[in-house]
């Protein structure tokens, strides 16, 4: 821990929002400052142990911080406080910063559209085989300021996304990655431009002598790199190309496209720290994926079902599309302002859609003259449309549930939506719906 001349030290701080990244955050600076809560959300405070920290609205523009720590999911732009905070910007903070005040370990941060918390848990996990103090924080799941026991040597692997790092004025970390940009969050970030910006500038803000990790011919990456000076070492991933390294790989995950990027952002970052080559492919050999994120749920030779409830936009979900044929393909939710089904009719050739949900006239639109596909109401009757489909066939069927947009139409978060699909599952199978299974 690094207290020489911190920032966040002996000061008046305003932690605004209180979701799990708050929360940390209050409760690693609340001995050492005079911190005070605000959430829009009133309700939170009743269940606060520290109500008398809960400044009103009145109270907080009447009140002078010395810094102000915002939660990744407030929008200075949508918020109760926007006015106050828009004047007070040169104060706003993230959780990140605060973090790399006091921790000056060596940081691997991955960013990116997709696939972040993959390679992130991958990463995570070579790092494990090898015998390091290793710590996976950040967006996936496990605030930065959560951890206990830190030690010189230990080593994090963070997940940053565009909101942490849109609001980060200091954090840096020696390795960083982008693993791809495509349009997503936009409406946030309102322009493909904010939110590109948001993304490099995770690269922007490395120190000399650090790494960074993109890949190769991503178009929006590309543009930024060339339009920008930075201090640090830029290498370019080749993902497409697996090279000498296939012949070690013996795991089905990384057959389709999107998870081969993945590893192969693993396998370059694994030798720049110059790791074990034995111990690297034990752990990749033996990885298993993050739930919901194109997860094999059953299994058999007539029918492999997909839960890949984490995807939230076209692109996520096509590499996993372009891998198989007799897709049943189901999709459905909120779309993704600016997202595009941007590939030809040929791509969809052995694909059939099954549409559900509110947001219909979105999809039939995007998929038109591309693809066969039905509309339902919900999930549950797409779903057992396929199942009176695939029953009748000889063939081996996939069932894919990719649903290309996010779930807060129905669903509290892309988790409640993975375990939804997996409950009806169950229930057809166990029901014995489909009897040639």
Same mark, same amino acid.
């Given at each position: ?12 701080? !305003? ?45 907080? !523009? ?7 720590? !915002?939660?990744? *999911? ?26 790399? @005040? ?9 960013? #990116?559209?997709? =696939? ?21 924080? *950040?967006?996936? #799941? ?102 000498? @390294? ?42 298993? #994926? ?25 692109? @996520?979900?096509? *590499? ?36 559900? =949900? ?24 797409? !779903? ?46 166990? =029901? ?6």
């Amino acid at each position: 821990m690094n207290e020489y001349n911190n920032i966040f030290l002996n000061k008046k701080i !305003l932690i605004y929002g209180l979701g799990k990244s708050g929360i940390s955050t209050f409760k690693y600076l609340n001995s050492k400052n005079n911190v005070f809560l605000y959430d829009d959300d009133q309700l939170k405070k009743k269940i606060f142990l520290f109500k008398k920290r809960f400044l009103s609205y009145q109270k907080i !523009l009447r009140t002078k911080f010395d810094k102000i720590i !915002l939660s990744p *999911g407030i929008d200075i732009d949508k918020c109760k406080i926007s006015n106050f905070l828009k004047k007070n910007k040169n104060k706003i903070y993230s959780d990140l910063d605060v973090f790399y @005040s006091f921790y000056k370990n060596t940081c691997i941060t991955i960013t #990116g559209t997709n =696939g972040k918390s993959t390679t992130c848990q991958l990463l995570y996990e070579v790092l494990l085989k090898q015998k390091f103090d290793v710590r996976l924080i *950040g967006n996936i #799941g496990n605030p930065v300021l959560s951890e206990k026991n830190i030690k010189k040597k230990t080593i994090f692997v963070i997940e940053a996304s565009s909101y942490q790092l849109e609001y980060s004025k200091i954090f840096c970390s020696k390795y960083a990655a982008i693993l791809n940009i495509s349009p997503d969050h936009l409406e946030r970030h309102k322009t493909l431009r904010r939110y590109v910006k948001a993304k490099i500038k995770l690269l922007k803000s490395q120190p000399i002598g650090s790494y960074s990790f993109v890949k190769k011919n991503d178009y929006l990456i590309k543009k930024e790199i060339k339009s920008n000076i930075f201090n640090n070492k830029i290498l370019e991933v080749d993902t497409n190309k697996l090279s000498r @390294s296939r012949k070690k790989i013996n795991n089905e995950y990384f057959f389709n496209d999107t998870n081969k990027e993945n590893l192969l952002f693993v396998l370059a970052i694994s030798k720049k720290l110059k790791l074990k080559n034995k111990l690297l492919f034990e752990a990749i050999n033996k990885f298993k #994926g993050l739930n919901y994120r194109q997860q094999v749920i059953f299994k058999s030779s007539k029918l492999v079902i997909i839960n890949d409830s984490k995807s939230t936009s076209f692109s @996520s979900s096509q *590499g996993i599309l372009k891998l198989n044929s007799n897709i049943y393909w189901l999709l459905g939710g909120i779309p993704k302002k600016g997202d595009k089904f941007n590939l030809p009719r040929k791509f969809f050739k052995k694909i059939q859609a099954f549409i559900y =949900g509110k947001n219909l006239l979105f999809f039939n639109k995007a998929l038109k003259n591309k693809i066969e596909f039905e509309n339902f109401d919900n999930l549950d009757n797409a !779903l057992k449309k396929v199942f009176s489909i695939i029953e009748k066939k000889k063939s081996t069927s996939i069932i894919l549930f990719s649903p290309c947009a996010a779930s807060f139409d129905e669903f509290k978060n892309f988790e409640d939506r993975g375990s939804y699909f997996n409950k009806l599952v169950k229930k057809y199978l166990n =029901g014995k719906k489909i009897k040639n299974i």
